[in-house]
Nanobody
Framework: QVNLVESGGGTVQPGRPLRLTCKVSADTTTTLKCMAWFRQAPGHEREGVAWKRPGLGLGLEYASSLKGRVTISHDKDKNTLNLQILRALPEDTAIYYC???????????????????WGQGTQVTVSS
């Protein structure tokens, strides 16, 4: 059993930072090897934002359109997956989802169908 709960969404002004947190709960029989953030804007398909292997410094990747503006991290002690948007833009407005997979991260880790578990999502609105 795996449970993912996102938090940190809301309304933020353009240019301001935003931090999202995903609390991960998993039973001892389940090993999660890849974790990611996705987002879905109105009228758009769900898109990958960033993925990371759980743990410190064990591989990560960002969507090319977001490189330099977002940071993904995993806090092993708290078992949270975090996403920080350094300077929010109006086009960042979307529902943000946390996802986890039992398979290792790979070149296909921006494909939503790779993931076994999803959170309920948290709304982010960037507006002045």
């Amino acid at each position: 059993q795996v449970n993912l709960v996102e938090s940190g969404g809301g309304t933020v002004q353009p240019g301001r930072p935003l931090r999202l947190t995903c609390k991960v709960s998993a039973d001892t029989t389940t090993t999660l090897k890849c974790m990611a953030w996705f987002r879905q804007a109105p009228g758009h398909e769900r898109e990958g934002v960033a993925w990371k292997r759980p743990g410190l410094g064990l591989g990560l990747e960002y969507a090319s359109s977001l490189k330099g503006r977002v940071t993904i991290s995993h806090d092993k002690d708290k078992n949270t997956l975090n996403l920080q948007i350094l300077r929010a833009l109006p086009e960042d407005t979307a529902i943000y989802y946390c996802a986890a997979a039992q398979d290792d991260c790979s070149w296909s880790s921006f494909e939503a169908e790779k993931y076994d578990y999803w959170g309920q999502g948290t709304q982010v609105t960037v507006s002045s």
